[in-house]
Antibody, heavy 122, light 107 residues
Framework: QLQMQESGPGLVKPSETLSLTCTVS??????????WAWIRQPPGQGLEWVAS???????YSTPSLKNRVTMSVDTSKMKFFLSLNSVTAADTAVYYC??????????????WGQGTLVTVSS | DIQMTQSPSSLSASVGDRVTIACRAS??????LNWYQQKPGTAPKLLIS???SLHSGVPSRFSGSGSGTDFTLTITSLQPEDFATYYC?????????FGPGTKVDFK
C-alpha cells in the first residue's frame, strides 16, 4: 500500500521560502504512469492544486503561483520537494502531497499524504 | 483556467436520504471529471474518476454521471459516514482545478 508523508517547517516568515518534502513508501516513484503533486487548502477553504512533477523532473504548476514555485524529485530517496518563495499570509494552508495517476487520458489524485499545516507569520 | 462550480454549497440531509450534488465546468471537459470526499482534519479521498468510474473500495451507493459541462454525484442512501465535504475536480486541462465543495451535514 502506497504511503505518502509530508514534512517541513510549520511556521515560515513572510517574504521567506516555504520548503516541504514528501516521502513516498510502499511503491515506486519512478513510473511514467504517475506524476507527483502538491495540493493546498487554506484554513476553512477549498482545495487548490499547486504543482506536479514527473519522476524525470518535468514540472507544471498553477499559473497564479508559477513564478514562485519550484518542484524537484529525488527518485533514489523516494522523495519529492516543493519550494514556494516570497510567501505571504495568503500562503498559509494545509499542504498535501498526492500521487497523480493517469487512467486513460483522465488524471486523478488517488493517494494523499495526511497534510501538513504551514503558517506564514512573523 | 477552467472554472468549476458546485451546487448547492451545503445541504442538510438525514440517514437514508438520496443526495445529489451538481458540478459545472466553465467549458466542455468531456468526462475528465473526478469526485473526492473530505472529512474534517483528513485528506480528501478519491470517490469517482472519469465522471462515472467508481474508485476501488468505494461503496456502490456512490455514483457519478455527466459529460461536457454538467456532472452529478449521487449518494443513493446516505450513511452516517457520508457526512463530509465533496469536491469535483477537472483534469481536462493540465492545470487541474477543483470545485469549491459541497458540505453535507445532518438535518
Amino acid at each position: 500500500q502506497l504511503q505518502m508523508q509530508e514534512s517541513g517547517p510549520g511556521l515560515v516568515k513572510p517574504s521567506e521560502t516555504l520548503s516541504l518534502t514528501c516521502t513516498v513508501s510502499g511503491g515506486s516513484i519512478s513510473s511514467s504512469t504517475f506524476y507527483w503533486a502538491w495540493i493546498r487548502q487554506p484554513p476553512g477553504q477549498g482545495l487548490e492544486w499547486v504543482a506536479s512533477i514527473s519522476y524525470t523532473g518535468t514540472t507544471y504548476s498553477t499559473p497564479s503561483l508559477k513564478n514562485r514555485v519550484t518542484m524537484s524529485v529525488d527518485t533514489s530517496k523516494m522523495k519529492f520537494f516543493l519550494s514556494l518563495n516570497s510567501v505571504t499570509a495568503a500562503d498559509t494552508a494545509v499542504y498535501y502531497c498526492a500521487r497523480q495517476s493517469s487512467v486513460g487520458t483522465n488524471t486523478n489524485f488517488d493517494y494523499w499524504g495526511q497534510g501538513t499545516l504551514v503558517t506564514v507569520s512573523s | 483556467d477552467i472554472q468549476m462550480t458546485q451546487s448547492p454549497s451545503s445541504l442538510s440531509a438525514s440517514v437514508g436520504d438520496r443526495v445529489t450534488i451538481a458540478c459545472r465546468a466553465s467549458q466542455s471537459i468531456s468526462n475528465f471529471l473526478n469526485w473526492y470526499q473530505q472529512k474534517p482534519g483528513t485528506a480528501p479521498k478519491l470517490l469517482i474518476s472519469a465522471a462515472s468510474s467508481l474508485h476501488s473500495g468505494v461503496p456502490s451507493r456512490f455514483s457519478g454521471s455527466g459529460s461536457g459541462t454538467d456532472f452529478t454525484l449521487t449518494i443513493t442512501s446516505l450513511q452516517p459516514e457520508d457526512f463530509a465535504t465533496y469536491y469535483c475536480q477537472q483534469s481536462y486541462s493540465t492545470h487541474v482545478t477543483f470545485g469549491p465543495g459541497t458540505k453535507v451535514d445532518f438535518k
